[in-house]
């Protein structure tokens, strides 16, 4: 049976598994998924061994995606250019690299909350890995314009200059929180690390274009730190990133496939805090 895994550290909270595991009996593959510790100073070790004992690819989780991205014998280009990888599939020759985040985080705001980004002001907040694995994805759907807004903006501007080429046409700017006063946006997405300090971060107000969209790229009980500011401040729709983690299972799963689970019904399940 070809094996499949999460590796992580910790691990065990994982929805992984779960949401893999729905996949695969929907779709009838013959495959098993599991969790797997890492010890911190052992993440190559653990990736050779699964490899060596059926394993056919893997999900890589914190703390380890800039690891498995320079572990990857090859890599796509959008794992690339977010520099980390949340993929890994098994080949004769070598380890392919990929990063499906970005593309899991557009497909839940274009296919599930059916909310397009071409021609819409968009505003992503962090600089961080989850930020900029989410840049070339979110330019792919042509918005009017990007703008990274970060705490410590010198890293914003970085990450601005570094995707200036593939923005193309596309206007892509950096900002403090505080720069970004007196602008409005269609879609903000949060992709700080604010809500595990149980933060938002500190946004001017009057942000969100009528019809906005909040997104947390965070997930958990109720609203977050972010979506409550943004429910404040009248955001016209809110949503969590428990979708985006659906989604760039599903895109994970086709890589290793070659089949496209329906992501509705275990996003439903996870939702109503079902087994999917
Ligand atoms: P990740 O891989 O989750 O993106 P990271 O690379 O450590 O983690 O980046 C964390 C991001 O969250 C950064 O953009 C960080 O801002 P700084 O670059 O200024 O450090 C942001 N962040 C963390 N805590 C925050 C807070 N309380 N308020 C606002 N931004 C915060």
């Known amino acids: 049976m070809d094996r499949y895994a999460v590796v992580g550290h910790p691990i065990a909270h994982s929805k ?4 893999h595991r729905a996949f695969a009996r929907q779709t009838g593959q013959a495959m098993s998924y599991e969790a797997l510790l890492a010890p911190l100073d052992g993440f190559a070790a653990t990736v050779r061994a699964f490899g060596e004992n ?6 890589v989780t914190v703390p380890f995606k800039l690891e498995a991205h320079d572990l990857a014998t090859e890599l796509t280009e959008r794992a690339r250019a977010a520099g980390a990888v949340n993929t890994l ?8 690299g990929d990063n499906t985040d970005g593309a899991g985080l557009v497909r839940d705001i274009t296919k599930n909350l059916g909310y397009a980004l071409n021609g819409r002001r968009v505003l992503l907040l962090g600089a961080g ?15 009017a314009g990007l703008v990274i807004a970060n705490r410590t ?3 914003a501007e970085s990450l601005a200059e570094q995707f200036s080429q593939a923005a193309g046409a596309i206007p892509l700017a950096a900002s403090s929180f505080a720069g970004l006063a007196g602008q409005t946006f269609d879609v903000i997405i949060n992709a ?9 971060p500190p946004l001017p107000p009057g942000l969100y274009a009528p019809g906005a969209l909040a997104y947390d790229m965070m997930y958990g009980k109720g609203d977050t730190p972010f979506l409550a500011a943004a429910r404040q401040e009248g955001a016209a729709k809110l949503a969590d990133g428990l979708g985006m983690l659906v989604e760039q299972a599903a895109e994970s799963f086709w890589l290793w496939r070659g089949v496209r689970p329906q992501t509705g019904p275990v996003l439903e399940a996870l939702r109503a805090g079902r087994t999917p």
């Open 89 to 96: 599939v098994f080949r004769p020759k070598g380890v392919l």
């Open 16 to 19: 992984s598994p779960l949401i």
């Open 192 to 200: 700080t690390a604010a809500s595990l300090a149980n933060e938002a």
């Open 129 to 143: 890995g989850a930020a900029r694995g989410t840049i070339l994805p979110l330019l792919g759907e042509r918005p």
């Open 54 to 59: 059926q394993g056919r690819g893997m999900n």
């Open 153 to 155: 903006v010198a890293r």
